[in-house]
């Protein structure tokens, strides 16, 4: 199964009914869900209640959303609207970033991230169920007491998938633990699947006394289209380089034998040199993580790929480009994958 996480350009309606073209033409060619992401100046949830009412089949989902950007209450709330636009094609997402992330941009501890995840997802499970009476939840992070005065509906999915996130083996774990989906990272590569992630599902799925088939995996892999290949390997390498100035993919590198690539793409970084940065990253850390292609080439070059997964979401490289090339570079995954 593949997936797009939708980018575009523009400002004001324009940018959502661009957003809106794009996730229909996305169905049309024949993907099975649509995604979208939010950072510090952009939510996933208002954009998709846009494209639930662009297309008809696709499944609609945050990839990620910020689990720790809003109360266990109004996740499930905005979860109950969106999964009613979209008629039951919700999926949601959710991560908690990195723990300064969580600090700095949401006012909250970056302490124990995972078992902060696996509670919020917990609560949103009572809170889905809200129907069926009051909710009460004492916990570590989350302190809920909720008695609704009037009748509440049945959500139209009596189960909502919720997908966490994780690249660590605890958020890895969290995600075997409580969730439906582990949401990959678009720097996991087959050996780190197989070495780190595999087993950690396995542990977290055993810790709840739950079956391998209960829980979905899903990839998310970077694509540069162009007619141009090596222009595409160009901005594949300089958004590889981005993740392996930071400290948090270290184990991914060391797994491989790329700590000396890592240490000289951090060098470059330091001297502010990005053209430097992008050259440092081995052309088989390109191959691993990403697709770096023409446009023939797509279809065949993401099955190898999704091979690892349940579910394959395909995002344009995350850094280097101005909106009106995000866009672009989106389309492009769309059309070389018909």
Not at 88 to 98: A, C, Q, S, Y
Request: aromatic content about 6%; some cysteine.
């Amino acid at each position: 199964m593949y997936g797009l996480t939708v980018f575009s350009s523009g400002s004001g309606p324009e940018r959502f009914r661009r957003t809106a073209e794009i996730a229909a033409r996305a169905e049309e060619a024949g993907f099975d869900a649509v995604w979208t992401g939010e950072l510090y100046n952009r939510s996933a949830t208002v954009p998709l209640a846009v494209l639930s009412q662009a297309t008809s089949r696709v499944r609609l989902g945050t990839n990620i959303a910020y689990g720790v950007g809003r109360s266990p209450l109004v996740w499930a709330a905005e979860a109950r609207d969106l999964d009613e636009l979209s008629g039951g094609r919700l999926t949601l997402g959710l991560g908690n970033g990195t723990p300064r992330m969580m600090a700095d941009w949401h006012g909250v501890s970056g302490e124990a991230p995972a078992a902060r995840m696996e509670e919020l997802v917990t609560v949103l499970r009572k809170l889905w169920r809200l129907h069926e009476g009051p909710v009460e939840h004492e916990g570590r992070f989350y302190r809920v007491r909720l008695r609704p005065t009037s009748d509440t509906p049945p959500p139209v999915q009596e189960h909502l998938p919720i997908w966490t996130a994780g690249v660590n083996p605890r958020m890895i774990r969290a995600a075997g633990r409580v969730a439906d989906g582990l949401v990959g990272h678009p720097m996991f590569t087959t050996a780190y699947l197989d070495e780190v992630v595999r087993p950690n599902l396995a542990a977290g799925l055993a810790d709840s006394g739950r079956e391998p088939g209960d829980l979905q995996l899903m990839g998310i892999l970077m694509c540069a289209v162009d007619v141009d290949e090596e222009a595409a390997r160009n901005r594949l390498a300089f958004a590889v380089a981005q993740y392996a100035a930071s400290r948090v993919y270290d184990a991914l590198f060391e797994l491989h034998g790329w700590s000396d690539a890592q240490a000289k793409i951090r060098e470059a970084a330091r001297a502010g040199d990005p053209e430097a940065m992008a050259a440092a990253v081995p052309d088989a850390a390109l191959d691993a993580v990403g697709v770096a292609c023409r446009p023939g080439e797509l279809k065949a070059r993401v099955a190898v790929h999704a091979r690892d997964y349940d579910h394959l979401g395909l995002v344009s490289v995350p850094w280097g480009l101005k909106p009106d090339e995000a866009e672009e570079a989106t389309v492009a995954i769309v059309e070389g994958m018909r």
